[in-house]
């Protein structure tokens, strides 16, 4: 099994930086993803990462530790779209690399 | 355009009365997987399929059924619904390359009411 944990919410400025974290504690680690979720949709791929490091992606970054356990997202220049659930999920390759989701991180971005 | 499709939007229906909600995806994809979101509890995982007449229970999947016979298409079958099945479901696809990077393509969602 394993444990994935991340804030519940979050709220954030426009035009600020907003970092989201995630630990988890899995077996077989094989890659982290990054969702985003607007209310009532399906989740969007952001960002995966499977070594050590940082991904950029334009406004996105996200980063990943496996020594620790950890990750986060990194939102810059946010804008009022952004609001929105950011799912971390980990790939477990125990289990036909199902992809298991945190609870997500409500962001709300205020003017 | 590359897409994961499932039907329908939205249904209420009422306790024992059976329903399937259908997937169908156009990538090719092989593997396939069922999720229901609930507040404060996040994506779960009912079952999923690494290809045809290949399934496996995810981490819910008590109340379920599901097929895979055509590699394009893998229903959710829910044989005696219940109250407590009431949920935002989705599919999802993937590829089964080398690659363990390939993201997860999700269908737009199936809200059920059972009553």
């Known amino acids: 099994g394993q444990n994935i944990d991340q804030p519940t919410e979050m709220t954030a400025t426009e035009g600020a930086i907003v970092q989201i974290n995630c630990t988890y504690q899995t077996s077989g680690f094989n890659g982290l993803f990054w969702y985003q979720q607007h209310a009532g949709e399906a989740p969007t791929f952001l960002s995966y990462n499977v070594l050590d490091g940082l991904e950029e992606k334009g406004r996105f970054s996200s980063f990943l530790s496996r020594s620790k356990g950890y990750s986060y997202l990194l939102l810059k220049e946010l804008q009022m779209k952004d609001s929105a659930s950011y799912l971390c999920a980990v790939s477990n390759s125990n289990s036909g690399y199902a992809l298991n989701f945190g609870k997500g991180t409500s962001l709300l971005v205020t003017p | 355009e590359a897409q994961v499709t499932q039907n329908p939007r939205y249904l209420i229906t009422v306790t024992g009365k059976k329903l399937t909600v259908t997937c169908s995806q156009n990538m090719n994809h092989e593997y396939m997987s069922w999720y229901r979101q609930d507040p404060g509890l996040g994506l779960r995982q009912i079952y999923y399929?690494?290809?045809?007449?290949?399934?496996d229970k995810g981490d819910v999947p008590e109340g379920y059924k599901v097929s895979r016979k055509e590699k394009r298409n893998f229903p959710l079958i829910l044989e005696s619904p219940s109250p407590n099945q009431t949920s935002l479901y989705f599919c999802?696809?993937?590829?089964?390359?080398?690659?363990?990077?390939?993201?997860?393509?999700f269908g737009s969602g199936t809200q059920l009411s059972v009553l």
């Open positions: 999802a696809s993937r590829g089964t390359g080398s690659a363990t990077n390939e993201k997860l393509f």
């Open positions: 399929s690494m290809n045809v007449e290949v399934t």
